[in-house]
């Protein structure tokens, strides 16, 4: 029998929770990564491994591997720096692990990718898309908000390993189809609330996702509204109507309906939690032409959270679980596509990212 | 032979690596490259890329914060810490 296992970073190590197919009752272990502060933690499907990028504050950035669920853990750094002298670039953290065709990718601040084809021993850098509009600018200090800039995320083509989207923050979506060699822009038709010198660039994606039912279905939670695309990025239209906030992290699509994409609406000042203090997750099922807001069994009083970036994720189940984790260190679960909720975890440390695996 | 005592944060990270082990070397920067002879990786987790610690570890030669190109005496204490950060 199968066991769907959640993934769990946060900002005190990695933990997983394992339960059965019915996705009911849920054990716990960890912490992993001995504490250190996790951004995202993945699973390869291919291999088995675990992979969690982590900062300490102390001892750098680096990735953390387990080939046995959690059983046994090891971290490299090697490769994973822009080089020496007074002009290199400096890597602070490593925010957004990808795990494709026996690569692993891994965006980086400042903005770089990296990647490892030995299973996260050794990595080299790919690309800094330098040349690109807006580079120019990006790695500028005075531009940095606090931290820096950087790769989140890297969205990987299912079918085709030299193509692939990066996103760096505050300037929008990259895509390259021949490995990292040349990348064009990819945010036509997105909002910017705030002058624009060059329209290609200047958008602040926060979270790009693909339908696995249809390669060429893209959906964003951007700093301003949600937006999908039909032709693979190359256009995008805003479907924010009908949701109570356009501001939001988290996002994740239904794995086998091209239609159905789920959200997670946050007060976009400085709270940036559920609104009113009532949780809830938001879902479409016709591509963004209505919403329907999901919310039995979340908490609907006094509930002042935040989900990140990373923070929900969906299973491959006929009827998908969703899952999503808080930055106060709650972990909610739905075996029924969002229909209802439970908590499964209550007091975990800040919940930077969930994922989740079906395994053997 | 120089004393370096290392933050316990270190050896769970590097299988056999002791929170105090003595080692010959006649600066900072030489008694890491020792150790990372040994435990490979262990000077990436103390160093930038290039000549500089890593912002939050400090390192004391006898008393005396030093830098990579701190001289060791051959009696040497040379303690390194995890400092400020970590909340």
């Excluded at chain 1, 080939?67 to 046994?72: A, F, H, K, N």
């Excluded at chain 1, 997105?190 to 060429?216: Q, T």
Aim: with cysteine.
């Amino acid at each position: 029998m199968s066991k769907t296992v959640l993934i769990v970073g946060t900002y005190k190590g990695c933990f997983l929770l394992e339960s059965d197919e019915a996705r009911r009752s849920w054990e716990l272990r960890g912490p992993f990564c001995e504490n250190w502060p996790i951004f995202h933690a993945v699973h390869d499907p291919a291999t088995g491994s675990i992979y969690a990028a982590a900062a300490s504050e102390w001892h750098g950035a680096s990735v953390w591997r387990s080939p046995d669920l959690g059983e046994t853990w090891t971290q490299s750094s090697e490769g994973l720096g822009y080089g020496e002298g007074e002009d290199a670039l400096k890597l602070s953290k490593v925010s957004g692990l990808t795990v494709a065709n026996g690569r692993i990718f891994a965006g980086a601040e400042n903005p770089g990718v990296f990647e490892s084809r030995d299973g996260g021993e050794t990595w080299s850098l790919l690309t800094t898309l330098e040349g690109q509009p807006g580079s120019d600018a990006w790695n500028d200090p005075a531009n940095q908000p606090p931290g820096h800039l950087g790769v989140p995320a890297i969205l990987p083509h299912p079918d085709d390993p030299a193509r692939y989207w990066a996103i760096v923050q505050g300037v929008g979506i990259f895509e390259t189809r021949d490995d990292a060699a040349s990348w064009t822009p990819r945010n036509r038709g997105l909002r910017a609330d705030w002058p624009l010198e060059n329209p290609e660039v200047g958008y602040c994606v926060h979270k790009l996702v693909m339908s696995p039912a249809d390669p060429d279905r893209l959906y964003q939670q951007n700093h301003v509204g949600v937006h999908r695309s039909d032709d693979t990025g190359e256009s995008w239209t805003e479907i924010t109507d009908g949701l109570p906030s356009e501001f939001g992290f988290a996002a994740a699509a239904h794995p086998h309906d091209r239609d159905t994409f789920y959200v997670i609406p946050l007060d976009g000042g400085h709270g940036r939690v559920m609104p009113e203090g009532r949780a809830a997750v938001w879902r479409t099922q016709d591509a963004g032409a209505s919403w329907e807001r999901l919310d039995e069994g979340l908490p609907q009083h006094d509930a002042h959270v935040g989900v990140l970036r990373e923070g929900m994720a969906i299973d491959t189940h006929d009827e998908p679980g969703v899952y999503f984790g808080t930055s106060t260190g709650q972990l909610f679960a739905s075996a029924d596509a969002g229909e209802s909720w439970s908590e499964i975890a209550t007091y975990l440390p800040q919940i930077r990212s969930v994922e989740v695996a079906i395994v053997d | 032979m120089a004393e370096l005592y290392l933050p316990s944060t270190l050896p769970p990270l590097f299988p056999g690596l002791p929170r105090r082990l003595e080692l010959d070397a006649t600066t900072v920067a030489e008694a890491l490259d020792r150790l990372d002879e040994r435990w490979p990786g262990v000077r990436d987790r103390l160093c930038e890329p290039g000549p500089g610690l890593r912002t939050h570890i400090h390192v004391y030669v006898d008393r005396e914060r030093a830098a990579l190109d701190t001289a060791l005496e051959p009696r040497s204490r040379v303690d390194v810490i995890t400092a400020i950060s970590g909340g």
